[in-house]
């Protein structure tokens, strides 16, 4: 009998015991990509649209809007177009917030060094503090998948963006990423 009890409680999934910092982190580490819609607010601003992020630091945004907002990124240029801009705005991918949030190694790193990791009533949540930004990443605390984060844009500006309808590791055709294909 002591050896049935020791099998079951050996053998039993481990998810049980493990802490939502390590679930968090195996889903993560299992994550190649994410799809999703997303609301964000920027100061009394609140845009709204579709992402896909594929690790490392690739990324496209359409907006809801009427100027067909795009922001995409390569993994070293962030470029944002829309039909209210005559030209297209460039960044270097590094010297933006995204370049962390994007960048799954790095989040995983950060994440080994918390000692506690916050929720709320919906979320898991961590405080990550690099080169004078502050960034705050939320997990689904049914799930674990990335819900979203809060930072500071390159014009000193609060953006909170929070992400529903999540999908995980769908086929993506990586030309997606292409700047070229969405400069005017």
């Given at each position: 009998?002591?050896?049935?009890i ?17 679930l ?11 799809s ?13 649209g579709e ?9 496209l ?8 907002k ?9 470029v ?9 705005l460039?960044?270097?991918l ?18 080994d ?15 990550i ?36 309808n999540?999908e ?16 005017n």
């Open positions: 009998m002591k050896y049935i020791f099998i079951i409680i050996f053998f039993y999934p481990l998810n049980i015991f493990a802490s939502s910092k390590q968090i982190k195996n889903k993560l580490e299992g994550t190649n990509n994410v999703f819609k997303f609301i964000q607010k920027i100061g009394d601003k609140t845009e709204q992402c896909i992020i594929s690790y490392p630091k690739k990324i945004c359409i907006y809801d809007d009427i100027y067909n795009i922001l995409v990124s390569n993994g070293r240029s962030l944002i177009n829309s039909k209210k801009i005559k030209n297209y460039r960044y270097q590094k010297d933006t917030p995204l370049n962390l949030i994007l960048d799954k190694k790095f989040l995983l790193e950060k994440l060094q918390v000692e506690v990791i916050q929720e709320n009533d919906e979320t898991f949540y961590f405080e503090i690099h080169d004078n930004n502050l960034l705050n990443i939320f997990f689904d605390k049914n799930n674990y998948d990335i819900k979203g984060w809060t930072t500071t844009d390159i014009y000193q500006n609060s953006v909170e963006t929070k992400l529903f999540i995980v590791n769908m086929m993506i055709d990586e030309k997606t990423f292409r700047v070229q294909n969405y400069i």
